[in-house]
């Protein structure tokens, strides 16, 4: 079946630690995304890229940095600078033309210990 | 700025109370309009995408229908299981997608 694998589906943060989470997706999608959602705030945009080696801050990139090695790979990491990390992290993928939806993983609940 | 605004934030129905969701936008070059149901816990899942004013799409219960400012999810007879969150998004040509905050629904047996 195709999709995107977000894991883990929980995980945990100790202070002045850097996490990663990992995206995969075999839909065969040129752009992925990242999006941070806390309650009534809605989905912010953390990083996305269209094409491989290349990626672009959203609305809410400090704290975060990304790589994209592989077109179905689009890993996150949540650094010790991002002061507040406690979130659902949500990634995405999307066929680049016009019009098309983002399909998007179930998610990993990130909490601080 | 390019904006979508979703109300209202939070809707109670009792089972087979018929309603809509509203979705207005602001967004210049309009390349499809994208409603998503969320569950807790869960990403959000793709439900449809309106490409013109007048244009209609249909599942099961639901249907979206799409103006030059806004959109509408009706939401006919609704029955427990379509309690979620309904999100709607805005496509600019292949930036990322603009967002609403969401609709929860809350249906009532």
């Known amino acids: 079946d195709g999709g995107i694998t977000q894991s883990p589906k929980y995980l945990f943060r100790k202070e002045g630690q850097n996490v990663t989470l990992s995206c995969e997706q075999n839909?065969?999608?040129?752009?992925m995304y990242w999006y941070r959602q806390d309650p009534g705030q809605g989905l912010r945009l953390i990083y996305y890229s269209q094409i491989v080696n290349d990626f672009q801050k959203g609305d809410i990139a400090e704290g975060y940095s990304v790589s994209r090695e592989k077109k179905e790979s689009f890993p996150l990491t949540v650094t010790s600078a991002q002061k507040n990390p406690t979130a659902f992290y949500l990634c995405?993928?999307?066929?680049?033309?016009?019009?098309?939806?983002?399909?998007f993983g179930d998610g990993t609940r990130l909490s601080i210990l | 700025e390019d904006q979508v605004t979703q109300s209202p934030e939070a809707l109670r129905l009792q089972e087979g109370e018929s309603s809509s969701l509203n979705c207005s936008y602001t967004v210049s070059g309009l390349r499809g309009l994208f409603w998503y149901r969320q569950d807790p816990g869960k990403g959000p899942e793709f439900l449809f995408t309106l490409y013109s004013a007048g244009e209609e799409k249909e599942k099961e219960r639901l249907k979206a229908t799409l103006t030059k400012k806004e959109s509408f999810l009706h939401i006919t007879a609704p029955k427990p299981e379509d309690s979620a969150t309904y999100l709607c998004?805005?496509?600019?040509?292949?930036?990322?997608?603009?967002f609403g905050k969401g609709t929860r629904l809350s249906v009532i047996a």
């Open positions: 998004a805005a496509g600019r040509g292949n930036t990322p997608l603009v």
């Open positions: 995405a993928s999307r066929d680049i033309g016009m019009g098309q939806p983002q399909h």
């Open positions: 839909l065969n999608h040129d752009a």
